[in-house]
């Protein structure tokens, strides 16, 4: 499957976004889904992830009340909607695909992800 995540850009504190993940080459009702971040200097982190049905739905806790992960299997598209934004919260944000039911995916274990987007640069000013 190759992702491609959209939505991307600069704004200012307080602000909203919304992140789109597309996929194409296999349904992504075959995947459970996850979004992650890269501040600059930093890691990549986990965001938020997403089962297969969206039965079952996880944040890390600095995005906690703030992020919502949606997806839409019909349209091969994963969504992250970002909202009360904080200069904190930029970075680049990948989606990335699981294609096992088990492990620790779910809970954001970057190693577990098999398939990864290209990124999507988000810029939140003070």
């Known amino acids: 499957v190759q992702l491609q995540a959209f939505g991307g850009g600069l704004v200012q504190a307080g602000g909203s976004l919304r992140l789109s993940c597309v996929a194409s080459?296999?349904?992504?009702?075959?995947?459970?889904m996850g979004w992650f971040r890269q501040a600059p200097g930093k890691e990549r982190e986990f965001v938020a992830a997403i089962s297969k049905r969206s039965l079952a739905t996880n944040y890390a806790d600095s995005v906690k009340g703030r992020f919502t992960i949606s997806r839409d299997n019909a349209k091969n598209t994963v969504y992250l909607q970002m909202n009360s934004l904080k200069p904190e919260d930029t970075g680049v944000y990948y989606c990335a695909a699981v294609t096992r039911d088990g492990g620790h995916w779910f809970w954001g274990l970057i190693a577990e992800y098999d398939y990864w987007g290209q990124g999507t640069l988000v810029t939140v000013s003070s």
């Open positions: 080459g296999r349904t992504l009702s075959t995947y459970h």
